[in-house]
């Protein structure tokens, strides 16, 4: 990376950005075969300009299997009487209803029932504390999606979870953390040097990244809770390319301090390293597989970027790829089935998936500068960054290609997303 200007200040921050550089999302393609659902505004939330029910329908939207049935500016309760005749009339096949109800120490309780209208049945009814900030709002809401989502899917709901991502602006650079939706973003780390490759550990509470504020990449961990870092790699040249082991007790990393860019292991408190691989080529973006015996990774031993995989053990590493000549940035899927990847086809570079069992790939985007892609940790989609009118956005896109969305940071460039494990 070419040299920029001198470090003009570092900051350790835990305070909300402004909410001009809050992703903004627009949803560009849905899936087949969604699930009609209807939440019905919930009784008592209008003081609070429907904070919750908004959320929810915007939850269930984004992730491409259901369609919202309208219910206009109908509000029931959470245990009022359904007229499931009436439902099935309008082609609903799930009603939601909730409640929200002051408590008498300041906080709220919201409530909601989600019945199945071909079966006239109870589905699931939970109830939620929470106070009326904004913040919590919108995780109950979160919460209650997760929940429609896994009754009505068998799977679990991935809307409570975080993604990270580099915001560059002029002549600085925010490592931020949001809501999967975009919102509520929050700076844990702004420089004016790059910052790269950010990485969630298992547990979702550090997060591994590059910073150049020493005037070259050094590897850091970010405790996010306490707000504190500590250097995970310094060596002489360059560390880079974190990724972390399932168990979160070591990172896979990469260094130039005996030559090439190289694979090294080492401890997540810094201790520890120990080569992994030697090749004559370039070695690169390390990525543990789901069991942890093995690491994906970039080479160019062959001549050109391919895939390949090693044991953690060290030992002969396999090629994976194939097809074509560019092929770069794996990233395993949480049940280890497939591989997502950055391929080049003609003059585009376009996220792929490959199933691993059959060897067969799938263009998943109709973008020409993807880069970095993370797995949702149920694996339904895939976040990734792309350019948009010369200008970085995230994008989302659902593994069978179908469901698809961006989110942009306004007069910005947003970049290196990483989205987040379930929380614990």
């Known amino acids: 990376m070419k040299s920029l200007s001198r470090l003009l200040f570092i900051s350790l921050l835990s305070v909300s950005i402004s909410a001009s550089a809050q992703l903004s999302i627009e949803i560009t393609g849905a899936g087949a075969n969604r699930i009609p659902i209807a939440v019905v505004n ?37 245990n009022a009487p359904i007229n499931f005749s009436d439902w099935r009339g309008r082609g ?7 409640s929200m109800l002051a ?25 939620y504390g929470h106070t009326s900030a904004p913040t919590q709002m919108r995780a109950t809401a979160h919460r209650m999606a997760d929940a429609i989502y896994e009754k009505l899917t ?8 975080r993604i990270a991502y580099v915001v560059k602006s002029t002549g600085r650079y ?11 973003p929050q700076t844990p780390l702004a420089s004016r040097e790059p910052l790269i490759s950010p990485t969630w550990s298992p547990d979702g509470n550090k997060l591994a990244y590059v910073s150049f504020e020493a005037k070259k990449p050094v590897i850091y961990v970010h405790d996010l809770a306490a707000n504190r870092r500590h250097v995970a790699a310094n060596f002489k040249g360059s560390n880079s390319a974190p990724a972390w082991s399932p168990d979160g007790k070591r990172l896979a990393i990469v260094l130039t301090k005996d030559g090439n860019s190289q694979l090294y292991l080492v401890n997540a408190d810094g201790s520890g390293v120990v080569r992994l691989a030697s090749s004559s080529g370039i070695d690169t ?10 690491i994906y990774f970039t080479s160019d031993r062959g001549g050109s970027p391919q895939i390949y995989a090693i044991p953690v053990t060290g030992g002969e590493a396999k090629r994976v790829t194939f097809e074509g000549s560019y092929n770069v940035t794996a990233r395993p899927s949480p049940d280890g089935k497939s591989l997502a990847y950055i391929s080049q086809n003609g003059s585009r570079y376009q ?17 020409s500068k993807d880069e970095s892609p993370s797995f949702a940790p149920n694996g339904r989609m895939i976040l990734y960054a792309t350019e948009v009118g010369g200008r970085g956005v995230l994008a989302a896109v659902s593994t069978d290609g179908r469901t698809k969305y961006k989110l942009s940071v306004p007069a910005a460039d947003a970049r290196e997303p990483a989205w987040s494990p379930f929380s614990k």
Do not use: H
């Open 92 to 98: 609903a096949d799930a009603v939601v209803t909730g």
């Open 351 to 367: 996220l792929t998936l490959m199933d691993l069992a059959t060897r067969q790939t799938q263009i998943l985007t109709d973008s």
């Open 174 to 184: 925010e490592l931020q953390i949001a809501d999967a939706d975009g919102a509520n």
């Open 285 to 294: 973006e390390p990525q543990f597989s789901p069991d942890g015996q093995s």
């Open 103 to 127: 408590q008498a120490n300041g906080r709220y309780e919201s409530r909601f029932r989600l019945q199945d209208v071909t079966k006239q049945s109870l589905l699931d009814v939970e109830a």
């Open 154 to 161: 068998g799977e679990r709901g991935i809307f409570s979870t």
């Open 42 to 78: 919930f009784d008592g939330e209008k003081v609070l300009s429907q904070a919750i029910t908004s959320v929810v329908r915007a939850d269930l939207d984004r992730s491409g299997l259901f369609r919202q049935i309208d219910s206009g500016s109908m509000t029931l309760a959470e």
